[in-house]
Each structure stands twice: as C-alpha cells, then as structure tokens.
C-alpha cells in the first residue's frame, strides 16, 4: 500500500484544502446561485475527508510502530487445548489475556529452533505460552529484538536469547505449566 511508507501529517496542505472546500459551498449558493456546484464541493470535502483520516491514521501508524497483534485461529486454539491440559482450567477471562499476549509476542518476537531456522506455528505458539505462563504477574512488554529458542539441546541458554526452551525442558513443564496468580 502506498500509505506504508508515510510518515508526514501534512496538515497545513489538509486544512488549506478543507477550508477551500468549506468556504466553497455557501459562495457557490449565495453568489453563483449554483446548488449543484455546492453538492459538489460538499461530497468532494466528505470523501476528501475519509482519504484524510485514513492517511493520518497510517502515517500515526508508522510513526509509532504499532505491530497488529497475530489473532489465533480456531485450530490453534484446538491445538493449545491439545497440548496444554492446564489450558483448559484457565478462567476465560484469563484465556482471553494469554491469547493476547500469544498474539502480541508472535507478532514481535522471532522464534528459532536449533539451527536458527523459524520455527513452525504451532511450536511458536507452544514457546510463546510456556513464556507468557511462567511470566504471568511480570509487567507485559514485549521488544522487537527479542528471539525465543526452542532446540533439542539442553544447553541452548546462549545470551542472545530473551527466552530458551529445550524439548525435553517443554515436555517436563507441558503437563504443568499454567498462570500463577498472587
């Protein structure tokens, strides 16, 4: 889209155009006696206006680099019923929150295996969990540099990981895991 890349308002150009089209509309009534021709001007400045809003909220967009959350779809949320029995004894008050923080952390953080290849969805979705379970009453922030390994060795605690989870790790902690309340 053409709006991705914008991050100027614009808006003295906005309000000089708006205003010409606002003081446009009664002279074309009063002075041409024209009611078309102001028709025209208000339908122009409405649909001006849309384009308007549109554009300053992409540009607002891209100058805060907010990152939509990814929304889980109906298989994942049978998968995590799968895989997490503790899943299932959650409130769904407290559901809601943990597929929030899913979403956010899958639409910020890179999860690698081993090889530092990205991991599939579903074991994205797994790490991603386990994350936002064991760091339930943490303040939620999350940083776009942050990597999340999931590999088949023990020692994958490198330093250039926010978060590490080994295989064996996840199987012990599957069955367990689950947001602690104070």
Request: charged share 20%.
């Amino acid at each position: 889209m053409i709006l991705n890349k914008v991050t100027d308002y614009r808006f003295s150009l906005w309000i000089a155009v708006f205003s010409f089209l606002l003081v446009s509309i009664p002279l074309s009534v009063m002075v041409f006696d024209n009611l078309w021709l102001a028709k025209i001007f208000g339908a122009t400045l409405v649909i001006l206006l849309l384009f308007a809003l549109r554009f300053w909220f992409s540009v607002a967009r891209n100058r805060n680099n907010i990152v939509p959350r990814v929304v889980l779809n109906k298989n994942d949320l049978f998968d995590l019923h799968k895989d997490f029995n503790s899943f299932k004894e959650v409130t769904s008050a407290d559901q809601d929150i943990i597929l929030n923080r899913i979403g956010i952390l899958l639409a910020k953080v890179k999860f690698v295996d081993g090889n530092h290849q990205l991991l599939e969805r579903r074991e994205a979705i797994q790490v991603a969990y386990v994350y936002v379970c064991e760091n339930w009453t943490d303040d939620f922030n999350v940083n776009a540099d942050w990597i999340f390994s999931f590999s088949n060795s023990k020692k994958s605690n490198e330093s250039s990981f926010k978060f590490s989870l080994s295989t064996e790790n996840f199987e012990n902690k599957k069955a367990i895991v689950k947001p602690l309340k104070h």
